[in-house]
């Protein structure tokens, strides 16, 4: 297996294809990632005994300690160490006597460790060639959605100064039949760029089996001639619609040929008919752009007799996989410190949220979208809260604190008194006098708790006759009623039997000396 554990989403992704019947091959295909790797991922879960169906329904957590531990070792970026040599190879390609050995001999007294020669000739044969032959390509049906952005951009028209403001024109075509999607969009930004996404997916009414794009910054975190590494919140989209995505290489127009020809086609079809029409928002440009892409996907081809809209309808929608019943939400990831006050702080918003105190001082995963917050520690999920925007406020859950804690906010004057109503009167006039004669009322909040205890303890009927005992003797608190329930006073009829001296609570009675 490789030598380090491939991207948690990757895997997770690799079971929603074999659930869906792909082959390893296809899989490694859709999703880019080498064919033996797959296959050694796809042997190892088979040995887990369970299904791929099963294991689609695993949360990272449980899907982790199925998962062999992965290898640590340092591996050098092989290709990244040779491309640092291009400039070098290419003087001496221009010399007279120049062969591959000779470079590769060069490169190896640098990097010992680095490509065999056969791989090395490879590579950079790739990297210094000229001509490149071309083909025409036919695509499959329901297979592929390619995606780009236009490089002319439209305008907005700002209503008080009459500043023009460009915004972006997002393209998106069906591979099998050129079925297209465009709308205009605030930015390229990552939230732009999914939300688009998702409408583009609404539109054409299901999902692809493979999404290819550009290199977008919203797309891809890390370019690479052969391996761009995508974004997590681009792979958590492919996941939540069970699809695969790729990126175009850098600087690759053919790789993108089609989409990069459709928007020529939408610089013709579209935009001309919009560039005198003044715009104030995204919502009306986008309402005029729709019926001329209508038009657009219903114009016929010229050497067909059909047209985009009617291909689609005929012989693609039917081979796209049905959309999810919830929309695609992104969320967004941040690290934070649980706090000594058993709470994280979610900058922005400015709002503190609960986690249960145990993880105080331990590094966690804030996961949010505009509806919800979630905390996660090692990939487990340990809070979930409604999202507040209150700057300085705080949300609490009660079960994410001390006991000790927890007992203090759930005092109050209120809640006794109320208790002391559901039990008894005499037990609530009792209560009342003990916050009368405190001079702040959390001072009696113990002596309440204890009286609570008191009547789970000896029961409520002897902790009632207990209370008329000691209000008979003007003594309000908990020792005192404590001292007559455990001497039995309160079984004591107090009209036969007048004490002689005050009860209080270090009275003995005459049990003490039998």
């Given at each position: 297996?490789?030598?380090?554990?491939?991207?948690?989403l990757?895997?997770q992704?690799?079971?929603?294809?074999?659930?869906?019947?792909?082959?390893?091959?296809?899989?490694?295909?859709?999703?880019?990632?080498?064919?033996?790797?797959v296959?050694?991922?796809?042997?190892?879960?088979?040995?887990?005994?369970?299904?791929?169906?099963?294991?689609?329904?695993?949360?990272?957590?449980?899907?982790?300690?199925?998962?062999?531990?992965?290898?640590?070792?340092?591996?050098?970026?092989?290709?990244?160490?040779?491309s640092?040599?291009?400039?070098?190879?290419?003087?001496?390609?221009?010399?007279?006597?120049?062969?591959?050995?000779?470079?590769?001999?060069?490169?190896?007294?640098?990097?010992?460790?680095?490509?065999?020669?056969?791989?090395?000739?490879?590579?950079?044969?790739?990297?210094f060639?000229?001509?490149?032959?071309?083909m025409?390509?036919?695509?499959?049906?329901?297979?592929?959605l390619?995606?780009?952005?236009?490089?002319?951009?439209?305008?907005?028209?700002?209503?008080?100064?009459?500043?023009?403001?460009?915004?972006?024109?997002?393209?998106?075509?069906?591979?099998?039949?050129?079925?297209?999607y465009?709308?205009a969009?605030?930015?390229?930004?990552?939230?732009?760029?999914?939300?688009?996404?998702r409408?583009?997916?609404?539109?054409?009414?299901?999902?692809?089996?493979?999404?290819i794009?550009?290199?977008?910054?919203?797309?891809?975190?890390?370019?690479?001639?052969y391996?761009?590494?995508?974004?997590?919140?681009?792979?958590?989209?492919?996941?939540?619609?069970?699809?695969?995505?790729?990126?175009?290489?850098?600087?690759?127009?053919?790789?993108?040929?089609?989409?990069?020809?459709?928007?020529?086609?939408?610089y013709?079809?579209?935009c001309?008919?919009?560039?005198?029409?003044?715009f104030?928002?995204?919502?009306?440009?986008?309402?005029?752009?729709?019926?001329?892409?209508?038009?657009?996907?219903?114009?016929?081809?010229?050497?067909?007799?059909?047209?985009?809209?009617?291909?689609?309808?005929?012989?693609?929608?039917?081979?796209?996989?049905?959309?999810?019943?919830?929309?695609?939400?992104?969320?967004?990831?941040?690290?934070?410190?649980?706090?000594?006050?058993?709470?994280?702080?979610?900058?922005?918003?400015?709002?503190?949220?609960?986690v249960?105190?145990?993880y105080?001082?331990?590094?966690?995963?804030?996961?949010?979208?505009?509806?919800?917050?979630?905390?996660?520690?090692?990939?487990?999920?340990?809070?979930?809260?409604?999202?507040?925007?209150?700057?300085?406020g705080?949300?609490?859950?009660?079960?994410?604190?001390?006991?000790?804690?927890?007992?203090?906010?759930?005092?109050?004057?209120?809640?006794?008194?109320?208790w002391?109503?559901?039990?008894?009167?005499?037990?609530?006039?009792?209560?009342?006098?003990?916050?009368?004669?405190?001079?702040?009322?959390?001072?009696?909040?113990?002596?309440?708790?204890?009286?609570?205890?008191?009547?789970?303890t000896?029961?409520?009927?002897r902790l009632?006759?207990?209370?008329?005992?000691?209000?008979?003797?003007?003594?309000?608190?908990?020792?005192?009623l404590?001292?007559?329930?455990?001497?039995?006073?309160?079984k004591?009829?107090?009209?036969?039997?007048?004490?002689a001296l005050?009860?209080?609570?270090?009275?003995?009675?005459?049990?003490?000396?039998?």
């Amino acid at each position: 297996m490789a030598g380090h554990r491939i991207d948690m989403l990757d895997i997770q992704r690799i079971i929603q294809l074999k659930a869906r019947g792909e082959s390893n091959r296809s899989v490694a295909r859709l999703l880019g990632i080498n064919r033996k790797t797959v296959n050694e991922y796809v042997l190892h879960l088979k040995t887990t005994g369970k299904d791929f169906f099963e294991l689609e329904d695993l949360d990272e957590t449980s899907l982790a300690s199925v998962l062999p531990l992965p290898k640590v070792f340092i591996k050098p970026d092989a290709y990244q160490e040779l491309s640092d040599m291009f400039p070098e190879f290419k003087r001496s390609m221009q010399s007279s006597g120049f062969t591959y050995l000779n470079i590769w001999e060069q490169y190896r007294e640098r990097y010992p460790q680095g490509y065999g020669y056969t791989q090395f000739k490879e590579h950079v044969q790739k990297a210094f060639a000229v001509q490149h032959a071309t083909m025409h390509i036919d695509h499959k049906m329901g297979e592929k959605l390619l995606v780009d952005y236009a490089g002319d951009r439209l305008n907005l028209t700002d209503r008080a100064s009459g500043e023009l403001h460009p915004v972006e024109l997002f393209v998106c075509v069906l591979a099998g039949t050129g079925y297209t999607y465009v709308e205009a969009s605030e930015s390229q930004g990552k939230a732009s760029f999914l939300g688009s996404m998702r409408r583009a997916l609404e539109f054409i009414g299901g999902v692809p089996k493979l999404i290819i794009t550009d290199n977008l910054k919203s797309a891809v975190t890390r370019s690479h001639r052969y391996e761009p590494e995508l974004n997590r919140d681009f792979k958590l989209f492919a996941l939540h619609y069970g699809t695969a995505v790729i990126a175009t290489r850098a600087y690759k127009p053919k790789d993108k040929a089609l989409v990069e020809h459709a928007v020529r086609l939408i610089y013709q079809r579209i935009c001309f008919h919009l560039k005198d029409r003044v715009f104030f928002d995204l919502h009306s440009l986008n309402v005029a752009i729709r019926p001329l892409l209508e038009a657009y996907n219903q114009r016929k081809y010229q050497l067909k007799q059909t047209s985009r809209e009617q291909l689609f309808l005929e012989h693609e929608k039917l081979l796209l996989s049905p959309l999810p019943a919830q929309p695609f939400t992104l969320l967004v990831h941040k690290s934070a410190t649980v706090q000594k006050n058993y709470h994280i702080f979610l900058s922005d918003d400015r709002h503190y949220y609960s986690v249960p105190y145990q993880y105080i001082g331990k590094k966690v995963d804030v996961r949010y979208n505009e509806i919800s917050v979630e905390v996660y520690y090692q990939s487990k999920r340990i809070a979930s809260h409604i999202r507040s925007r209150k700057s300085g406020g705080y949300t609490t859950h009660k079960s994410h604190m001390p006991d000790n804690h927890r007992f203090m906010q759930e005092c109050s004057v209120e809640s006794f008194l109320y208790w002391g109503k559901s039990q008894d009167t005499m037990i609530h006039r009792y209560l009342e006098e003990v916050f009368a004669r405190r001079p702040h009322p959390e001072q009696a909040f113990r002596s309440c708790w204890g009286i609570q205890r008191l009547g789970k303890t000896y029961g409520i009927e002897r902790l009632k006759k207990a209370c008329h005992r000691a209000m008979a003797f003007d003594q309000y608190g908990y020792k005192i009623l404590e001292s007559i329930l455990k001497q039995g006073l309160d079984k004591q009829d107090l009209a036969d039997e007048p004490p002689a001296l005050p009860v209080h609570e270090n009275l003995r009675g005459a049990t003490y000396y039998s």
